[in-house]
């Protein structure tokens, strides 16, 4: 049989996947951790739904788009290509409320959730959704922290998390999943995960399911692991650069 530019592709993943595995596994025993706590989301923005596909064959389920229209082409694309495999789908980009009633067709979860007016647009957006047939679970939603407070890089400040988490909570088609965070430019990584992390123990003691602490890329995932993330978000470090 001759190599296909796909067999390639393929290839190419399955090192780098392997690779990004090997320093989760790293950090994690570093922190005197067990590997497997530690998730792996794919963020497949500006890759193709064949990239997200080939991800699947290697065993990933979890894939992150930052954009809605975006995502919803991908998650469409995939499910022709990959009849029957299960495939989980994250926004981890800033949202506009407008985009709730469409993103809830499709996504599974929403990563970046920083307001009450996202929330309540959320809530709405799952009701529909649910009642309408076009899904079937409700919407998980992290609750997004900006340790620096900057507005341009989305989150909301560390003290308003504990509430925005509780409004989560009590929404009946809303399940808060924990928190995330990107770490901010200007501040280490070490210092913003931190602080994450005592945020994170807050919310989980009020709300007992909300485990899940998102956080740590491509270029900072050993420090996000060393201070308790569950869940990396790797975009650059598995596909390549975009
Ligand atoms: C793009 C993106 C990522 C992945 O970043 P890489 O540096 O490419 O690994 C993770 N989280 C969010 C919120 C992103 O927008």
């Not at 790293?26 to 497997?36: E, F, V």
């Not at 995330?180 to 989980?204: D, K, L, S």
């Amino acid at each position: 049989m001759t190599a296909t530019p796909e067999d390639g592709r393929r290839d190419e993943l399955a090192e780098a996947l392997a690779a990004v595995r090997a320093r989760v596994a790293d950090a994690a025993r570093a922190a005197g951790r067990d590997p497997d706590e530690v998730g792996l989301l794919a963020v497949t923005k500006t890759w193709p739904a064949q990239d997200v596909a080939l991800l699947t064959d290697l065993g990933l389920s979890a894939f992150g788009e930052n954009k809605e229209q975006e995502g919803a082409a991908k998650a469409a694309e995939l499910a022709s290509l990959r009849p029957g495999v299960a495939a989980r789908w994250h926004v981890v980009g800033r949202l506009q409320r407008n985009k709730a009633r469409s993103l809830v067709r499709w996504a599974h979860a929403v990563d970046s959730v920083d307001s009450a007016r996202l929330v309540d647009a959320l809530e709405n957006a799952a009701a529909k959704a649910l009642d309408a047939g076009e899904r079937q679970e409700p919407l998980e939603v992290l609750v997004q922290v900006s340790v620096d407070a900057d507005p341009d890089r989305g989150g909301a400040p560390v003290d308003e998390v504990p509430a925005l988490a509780d409004r989560v909570g009590g929404c009946a088609h809303l399940s808060l999943g924990g928190v995330m965070t990107v770490a901010p430019q200007g501040i280490a990584p070490r210092e913003a995960f931190a602080t994450v992390w005592e945020v994170a123990q807050r919310v989980r003691a009020a709300h007992p399911r909300a485990v899940t602490l998102s956080a740590g890329m491509s270029g900072d995932l050993e420090d996000a692991v060393a201070y308790g993330s569950t869940c990396v978000r790797v975009g650059t470090a598995l596909l390549g650069r975009r």
